[in-house]
């Protein structure tokens, strides 16, 4: 019988041989989505940002296009 490496209490049998449990690839869907939006949002916001930059020569709104930021109202007014 197998002996544990601890002390010389005998492994149980579950041990014994490696499970090989492998998960469905259903459930790293959501995470490879998540990731995909957002490394869409961040691509967006740099485009954004370097898009500015060679138009106007400096980058006024980092965030107008996400709706936050001082630069986000379109009338310039605020309510």
Do not use: C, W
């Not at 485009?47 to 400096?58: A, E, P």
């Amino acid at each position: 019988m197998n002996q544990s490496p601890m002390g010389s209490l005998p492994l149980p049998p579950s041990y014994l041989k490696h499970s090989g449990v492998q998960y469905p690839l259903l459930n790293y869907i959501p995470n490879i989505f998540e990731t995909l939006l957002l490394g869409t949002i961040l691509l967006t916001v740099v485009l954004n940002s370097l898009v500015q930059l060679l138009v106007r020569g400096r980058v006024d709104r980092v965030l107008s296009g996400l709706g936050v930021g001082p630069g986000a109202q379109l009338n310039g007014k605020e309510s």
